[in-house]
Structures are given as structure tokens and as C-alpha cells.
T-cell receptor
């Protein structure tokens, strides 16, 4: 069972570049989330989705976009990368709201 | 006030001791509470969850919930060096509708000394 798969594992971007972080899950979970984690800090919610076609903002959505065209996939788009977006990004899924999250292995992004 | 607040670390205990990690939350409507362990450079992994007041035990781990005091704790008995990690507390509401998500504390770093 793959669970939640994120790609890429690492990426270095120049300021102003764009990229998409991929996330896919094979547990048929309706709920999916994107979190970022800065060094020594907890997890901050960027965006989440309660099902295909439905997305909503979390605590720190500025500079990001998401889409959810299928149950399995929840890509995160960074437009015009900024140094403040240097972080580790975690995708997660859950069976329902408030139930345990299953995390991917993370994407370490550096913007220089 | 932070929505989920954890006791400041780092916390250091000797091997074999009990490690006590604490967490308070501000949303009285929170219904589900989780403890995740995160090793350096790795993703969080779920170690305990609790929904009802009282204690819940799983091996060396005990989660305690007091909704009246808005307080959650995690006890690790017979601490091992492999328990050295950052522990994240999370709280959330059990909902099917939009708006349901977990809020995480900033984590407490635990070191177990051999």
C-alpha cells in the first residue's frame, strides 16, 4: 500500500519561478490537505479539500493554488516563488474531517 | 492565544523515565485529539488519538484528555533513546462539512538520554 505519495522530494527554485508539487493517495480518502512546516515550527495548513471539485483555504494560502479534479490527486501550485516559501511541504489525507491524518514523505523546497 | 499550545521544550529525560508532554487547546468544540511523533527530516507519524475524556493506553504510551480543562497530555513510560523526536499535538472537530481540519501545536522536542 503506497498511502500518500509526494513528488518531488527536493527542489530548488529561483525567485519568480513556478512549480507544482504533486500529491496522490490510494486510500480513497475524501479529505486531503497541504501543510507547510518551517524549521522548528509546527504545521501550518495551506489548503484543504473535502472531495473532488471542492477546495478551501487554510491559514496560509497566499502565494499558492490548488485543484482537486479526482479523489486521488491534490496538486499544489506555487506561482512566482518567493524566499518566504522556503519550507517543507507535507500532503496528507484523512477519511473524514477531524480523523487521523496520513502524511506523505514531504517535499523540501528552497527558493533562492 | 494560539489555538493549540504545547509545553515549551526541549524536554530531556533519562532512559527508563516517564516523559510527560502537555498540550492545551482553545476551541471548546474540538472533539478529536492526536499525538504525532516526528523524527528529524521525516514526516509526522500518528502514535495516539483520543476522543473521550479520560485515559487511553497503548503499550508504553498513555494519552489523557480533560475537556473541561481543555487539556491533553501524552505520557511515555520506560522512555527509550528511540523515543527522541519532536511530538506534535493536534486538535480538530469531527465534521463531514467544509471547514473540518486539524490544528497543530508547534511541537515539543524530546531527548531521551542513555
Amino acid at each position: 500500500n503506497a498511502g500518500v505519495t509526494q513528488t518531488p522530494k527536493f527542489r530548488i527554485l529561483k525567485i519568480g519561478q513556478s512549480m507544482t508539487l504533486q500529491c496522490t493517495q490510494d486510500m480513497n480518502h475524501n479529505y486531503m490537505y497541504w501543510y507547510r512546516q518551517d524549521p522548528g515550527m509546527g504545521l501550518k495548513l495551506i489548503y484543504y479539500s473535502v472531495g473532488a471539485g471542492i477546495t478551501d483555504k487554510g491559514e496560509v494560502p497566499n502565494g499558492y493554488n490548488v485543484s482537486r479534479s479526482t479523489t486521488e490527486d491534490f496538486p499544489l501550485r506555487l506561482e512566482l516563488a518567493a524566499p518566504s516559501q522556503t519550507s517543507v511541504y507535507f500532503c496528507a489525507s484523512s477519511y473524514r474531517g477531524g480523523s487521523p491524518l496520513h502524511f506523505g514523505n514531504g517535499t523540501r523546497l528552497t527558493v533562492t | 492565544q494560539k489555538e493549540v499550545e504545547q509545553n515549551s521544550g526541549p524536554l530531556s529525560v533519562p532512559e527508563g523515565a516517564i516523559a510527560s508532554l502537555n498540550c492545551t487547546y482553545s476551541d471548546r468544540g474540538s472533539q478529536s485529539f492526536f499525538w504525532y511523533r516526528q523524527y528529524s527530516g521525516k514526516s509526522p507519524e500518528l502514535i495516539m488519538f483520543i476522543y473521550s475524556n479520560g485515559d487511553k493506553e497503548d503499550g508504553r504510551f498513555t494519552a489523557q484528555l480533560n475537556k473541561a480543562s481543555q487539556y491533553v497530555s501524552l505520557l511515555i513510560r520506560d522512555s527509550q533513546p528511540s523515543d527522541s523526536a519532536t511530538y506534535l499535538c493536534a486538535a480538530g472537530r469531527l465534521r463531514e462539512t467544509s471547514g473540518s481540519r486539524l490544528t497543530f501545536g508547534e511541537g515539543t522536542q524530546l531527548t531521551v538520554n542513555p
